[in-house]
């Protein structure tokens, strides 16, 4: 098994009702360190660029409207398979099929506002991690 990082994004349905530290204790328990972190509030033009693979999509315009709606607080985890693992403790994207104890079953409030982000693939998240964060603020 390998160290990864990952890309997480806690999203502003969750950091509005003040779930921060409640979801990063699942990525704690599960294992996951936190090597990096901050919050902010992103601009249409960053919800865009970070979406921009979903810009055919229906739902692109009402996701990055969503994503500006409030603060964000991004994060790089590490840990042993985290990309998978991350995944695994978010659970699936649409909370109605989400695995009992996971992010998205316990907080996520629709398909959109689904509490958190994860990159799908190692090589998204170095990219998606890149996005985020300079290599000085990222610390192991
Ligand atoms: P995320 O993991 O951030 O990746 C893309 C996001 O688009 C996803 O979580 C959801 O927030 C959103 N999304 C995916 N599918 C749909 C959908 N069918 N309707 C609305 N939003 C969606």
Known sequence: MATEQTL???KPD????NLTGKIIAK????GL????QKR??????MAQAFYAVHKDRPFYNDLCQFMVSGPVVVQVLQGENAVAKNREVMGATNPANAAPGTVRKEFAESIE???VHGSDSLE???NE?????????IVG
């Open 124 to 126: 998204n998240a170095r």
């Open 113 to 115: 506002a689904n509490s």
């Open 129 to 137: 991690i890149a996005f985020f964060f300079s290599q000085t603020e």
């Open 33 to 36: 360190r936190v090597v990096a």
């Open 40 to 45: 902010l509030h992103m601009t249409l033009a």
């Open 8 to 10: 997480s994004i806690i």
């Open 14 to 17: 969750a950091t509005r009702r």
């Open 27 to 30: 990525f704690e328990e599960a």
